[in-house]
Every structure is written in structure tokens, then in C-alpha cells.
């Protein structure tokens, strides 16, 4: 033992993590967002702090039923 330390294997090993773990998560934000984003589309005409989930739900469901 030389007790030296390879901080570039670890390094490496991070950033390749790092790397893969940030593009699972802005994927999963732009899955979770897009439909996040057209209901307030949606429900732009609301005041802020007006959302209320019974009309949500009753404005979600006559937007779908317009589009079949």
C-alpha cells in the first residue's frame, strides 16, 4: 500500500453518474411537466389560489370529452 489515493477513477465514476442521473431526472420533469403545463393552459382563466380540484377535474373531463 502506497497510500496514495486515485481521485480520478472516482471522479470519473461520479461524473458518468452524475451525468446519467440528471438526464433521468430533467426527462422525468419534462414527462411530468407537459401535462402540468396544458392544464394551466387550461385553467388560465382562474384566479391564482382559484384551483379548485372539483372544477380541475370537471374542466380536465369537458376538454377531454370535446376533443373525442
Not at 502506497?2 to 446519467?20: A, E, H, Q, Y
Request: no cysteine; hydrophobic share 55%.
Amino acid at each position: 500500500m502506497t497510500g496514495r489515493v486515485r481521485i480520478r477513477d472516482s471522479l470519473s465514476f461520479g461524473w458518468r453518474t452524475f451525468r446519467r442521473n440528471t438526464l433521468f431526472f430533467m426527462v422525468l420533469l419534462m414527462i411530468l411537466g407537459i401535462p402540468l403545463a396544458i392544464l394551466g393552459a387550461l385553467l388560465g382563466g382562474l384566479p391564482p389560489g382559484g384551483a379548485d380540484p372539483s372544477r380541475l377535474l370537471l374542466e380536465v373531463t369537458l376538454w377531454a370529452l370535446r376533443s373525442l
